[in-house]
């Protein structure tokens, strides 16, 4: 190896022929090779177990138990309840991002330390304390049922879980792009005699479109296959607050591979069909930032 | 202009800050603040003698130590493929690199449950290997070495999706250098790449330890839940909560919850040391 460098041109080396630019920087060979090798061992094989495995049925007995009845309703419970916590994420964790990046207050740092929270709390832990919060017995539970509201054990606390679980989605992806933004182009627009209002529509908002986007999306794709937060608020009664995810623990402790697969199957179908909407966000964002 | 007041256009009006700040700290509070304080609550309730009985009785430390264990193999090998996979991907250019880090990120918008689910296909009873490994005597699900693979499945992109973009921001000049004035590639990597991308490596570290710790969906479904065997601390804290015994899986869940505060301090303490590292959604 001592030798190598003597061997190799540094500087603009040319595009190569093949796939690969060469580069004078070594290893490129065997780190690689372990990346391409553990990715298919730990990640892509066993996933393509799931596929395998749902197409060993027949088309009739696939399509009868990945959409049965339960199984719709729980797709769909999955999505309009991940939608809605999206959304309130998307408002809240603007606003979260805003205070962060544009005001100064005391806790600030606690506060921005906290907003991950959600990322470092085991689901499970936060799954059974928003159980006991929310449960008619609980402290905001009792509240919210004096106002007619059942939130624990009805699809009203898988919203909840959902939207704790997805707290650090938009102030994370948002914050950047509102650090970048700053001061001058909002000057330029208010120097031209734009309105506060004005600035914020016309210039702020396209600004951080993308950016919020992404996080929406990413709240989004997150919620849909949520397990632990969820389980425990949901009171899991088919056809009414049994989510997606649980639904396959079902197949699978009644040793029905079959169906959890046919489930998993549609599940990962939705999720990298987010992962299309998400990386074309993101690419709009790169594009817009360059801008 | 010059002479005149400075323009301070990105100021908010008094009401606006208000309002924004109070919807914040009341959110935070309802949705964050809240639930932390139930779980040392119902914990507490007894006061602490029963609560550390819960932490000290058999269960409970063979859960802590399971936990402990898998972690300790999950974060070191997800961190040594981190830094592979970001030598290969930061240092180097070829085609398909993107598809490479998408791939990578691919357990991110995965289930968990569908994590759990894909080892059971290949290792169980019915699984591509469940024959094999029968007639061998080799136990894979429901045991120790399932709930190690659900880990790192669930925590394989932390330690590179945080490696890749400081990498590439830092460049391969001084990589370039180094090797032009005769230094192995492995001699590069130490000296040169590693004091570079220490923070990042910590920090990537610290969030794939949480995650690996504390995930629940994927290993519940591969770890058959024998108590005192193959039950993390999350399943234990599960375990308890189902049997109506509140102050165990509270009292359990704290520790927990210290876990994730550690985490988040250490966090903000290298955002601190430095700031280049870090602030993204995961």
């Avoid at chain 1, 007619?148 to 989605?169: D, E, H, S, W």
């Avoid at chain 1, 529509?201 to 997150?222: C, D, E, I, K």
């Avoid at chain 1, 088919?238 to 169906?259: C, H, K, N, V």
């Avoid at chain 2, 999350?234 to 102050?247: M, R, S």
Wanted: proline content about 5%.
């Amino acid at each position: 190896m001592a030798g190598f460098a003597s061997t190799r041109p540094l500087g603009r080396v040319k595009r190569g022929e093949g796939w690969l630019r060469r580069s004078a920087i070594p290893g490129f060979g065997l780190t690689f090779g372990v990346t391409a090798t553990v990715l298919s061992l730990v990640v892509l094989i066993p996933l393509s177990a799931v596929a395998a495995r749902a197409l060993t049925l027949s088309p009739d007995a696939f399509l009868k138990v990945a959409f049965s009845v339960r199984a719709v309703d729980a797709y769909w419970l999955s999505i309009w309840t991940s939608l809605i916590a999206a959304s309130l994420n998307g408002v809240f964790g603007l606003a979260i991002a805003w205070a962060l990046v544009r005001y100064r207050f005391p806790g600030k740092m606690a506060l921005n330390a906290v907003v991950d929270l959600p990322f470092a709390l085991p689901t499970a832990v936060a799954g059974i304390a928003l159980a006991t919060l929310y449960a008619n017995t609980g402290l905001v539970g009792a509240l919210l049922e004096k106002v007619g509201i059942k939130a624990a054990y009805n699809p009203v606390g898988i919203v909840i879980a959902l939207t704790f679980v997805g707290v650090p989605f938009v102030v994370r992806t948002v914050e950047p792009i509102l650090k970048d933004l700053a001061a001058d182009v909002e000057e330029a627009s208010a120097s031209l005699g734009a309105s506060r209002l004005q600035t914020l529509v016309r210039v702020v908002a396209p600004g951080l479109a993308p950016a919020w986007l992404t996080g929406f999306a990413m709240a989004f794709a997150r919620g849909i296959g949520e397990y632990g937060s969820v389980i425990f608020i949901a009171g899991n009664m088919p056809y009414r607050s049994e989510i997606a995810p649980l639904l396959i623990t079902i197949q699978l402790e009644q040793f029905d591979y079959g169906a959890a697969s046919a489930i998993a199957l549609v599940m990962l179908l939705i999720s990298f069909a987010m992962l299309l909407v998400i990386n074309a966000t993101q690419a709009w964002m790169k594009r817009s930032r360059v801008r | 202009m010059s002479g005149q007041t400075p323009i301070r256009p990105n100021q908010d009006p008094g009401w606006l800050r208000t309002l924004i700040l109070s919807t914040v700290v009341l959110f935070m509070s309802v949705m964050v603040g809240l639930p932390l304080i139930t779980v040392f609550a119902v914990g507490l309730s007894k006061g602490l003698g029963p609560a550390m009985e819960a932490i000290r009785e058999h269960d409970a430390l063979a859960a802590v130590g399971l936990t402990l264990f898998i972690a300790a193999i999950a974060v070191p090998f997800n961190a040594v493929f981190g830094v592979c996979a970001s030598w290969a991907i930061a240092k180097h250019s070829f085609r398909g690199k993107s598809f490479l880090v998408s791939l990578i990120d691919l357990p991110f918008s995965v289930s968990p449950v569908v994590a759990g689910l894909v080892y059971v296909l290949v290792f169980g009873l019915q699984g591509w290997f469940g024959p094999w490994l029968i007639d061998h005597n080799i136990k894979i699900i429901f045991a120790v070495p399932g709930i190690v693979l659900a880990t790192v499945f669930v925590t394989f992109p932390f330690v590179a999706r945080e490696l890749i973009p400081l990498m590439e921001a830092q460049g391969s000049d001084e990589e370039e250098a180094a090797v032009s004035m005769g230094a192995s590639g492995l001699a590069t990597f130490l000296r040169v790449t590693a004091p570079n991308i220490r923070w990042g490596l910590i920090y990537g570290v610290l969030l794939c330890n949480a995650r690996a710790m504390g995930e629940f969906g994927a290993v519940s479904v591969v770890s058959g839940h024998i108590r005192g065997q193959t039950t993390t601390m999350p399943l234990h804290v599960e375990i308890l909560y189902n049997e109506y015994d509140f102050v165990g899986a509270f009292a359990v869940a704290g520790l927990l919850c210290l876990m994730a505060l550690a985490t988040l301090a250490l966090k903000t303490l290298v955002e601190i040391a430095r700031p280049e590292v870090g602030g993204h959604a995961v």
